[in-house]
């Protein structure tokens, strides 16, 4: 889950590369209109299906269900559920997935998380995206990381930079350590 433009799929493409050698990885792709995401993902090498919502502002069970069945991921698989840019509603729908992830910017300012309490109280994980502009931004890590875990006291925030790759090995290694048997995450 994320805002529009935070880098949801720049960090899959990142992520494929690292991990696709040795994971069997595939992707749900939500958008309302275009393919242009997955597009970019299968040149990555992963096998995706898009679904488009039209009007609407985020996947359903029953999507990600069509999409799970369209997909075929074979046991021990990681399916990554791309959700459309938002982060209000998708955060209120349960889809079956094992582990919600939130891709933040930093371009974004570090109220989101008092802004958006629900989404960042349903999240397992923030990775904190596009370190690399920080010299370049009034944007306070340590007061985000303090709004974040006010909200949500277990969660956990990795900073990285999915253009240049800073912090990837930390996602990939969280990864790893939470991946088990058929494994969905929404991001």
Same mark, same amino acid.
């Given at each position: 889950? *994320?805002?529009?433009?935070?880098?949801?799929?720049?960090? +899959?493409? #990142? $992520?494929?590369?690292?991990?696709?050698?040795?994971?069997?990885?595939?992707?749900?792709?939500?958008?309302?209109?275009?393919? !242009?995401?997955?597009? @970019?993902?299968?040149? %990555?090498?992963?096998?995706?299906?898009?679904?488009?919502?039209?009007?609407?502002?985020?996947?359903?069970?029953?999507?990600?269900?069509?999409?799970?069945?369209?997909?075929?991921?074979?046991? @021990? *698989?990681?399916?990554?559920?791309?959700?459309?840019?938002?982060?209000? %509603? /998708?955060?209120?729908?349960?889809?079956?997935?094992?582990?919600?992830? +939130?891709?933040? *910017?930093? $371009?974004?300012?570090?109220?989101?998380? !008092?802004?958006?309490?629900?989404?960042?109280?349903? $999240?397992?994980?923030? !990775?904190?995206?596009? $370190?690399?502009?920080? /010299?370049?931004?009034?944007?306070?890590?340590? #007061?985000?990381? %303090?709004?974040?875990?006010?909200?949500?006291?277990?969660? @956990?925030?990795?900073?990285?930079?999915?253009? #240049?790759?800073?912090?990837?090995?930390?996602?990939?290694?969280?990864? #790893?350590?939470?991946?088990?048997?058929?494994?969905?995450?929404?991001?």
């Amino acid at each position: 889950m *994320s805002s529009p433009g935070s880098g949801k799929t720049t960090l +899959l493409e #990142r $992520t494929l590369r690292e991990l696709g050698a040795t994971m069997s990885i595939s992707v749900i792709e939500g958008d309302q209109e275009t393919h !242009l995401d997955a597009d @970019r993902l299968r040149v %990555a090498g992963c096998r995706v299906v898009q679904i488009n919502t039209g009007s609407g502002g985020h996947l359903d069970a029953d999507m990600v269900d069509e999409g799970l069945r369209s997909l075929q991921p074979a046991g @021990r *698989s990681l399916v990554f559920i791309e959700n459309i840019g938002n982060l209000a %509603a /998708p955060a209120l729908f349960d889809l079956g997935e094992h582990h919600r992830v +939130l891709i933040a *910017s930093v $371009t974004e300012g570090e109220d989101k998380p !008092l802004k958006y309490p629900h989404v960042f109280r349903s $999240t397992d994980l923030v !990775l904190l995206n596009k $370190t690399d502009l920080l /010299p370049h931004l009034d944007f306070d890590v340590e #007061r985000f990381i %303090a709004h974040a875990q006010r909200i949500n006291p277990r969660i @956990r925030v990795l900073q990285l930079s999915a253009k #240049r790759g800073d912090g990837l090995a930390d996602w990939c290694g969280w990864l #790893r350590a939470h991946h088990g048997g058929a494994a969905s995450a929404s991001a």
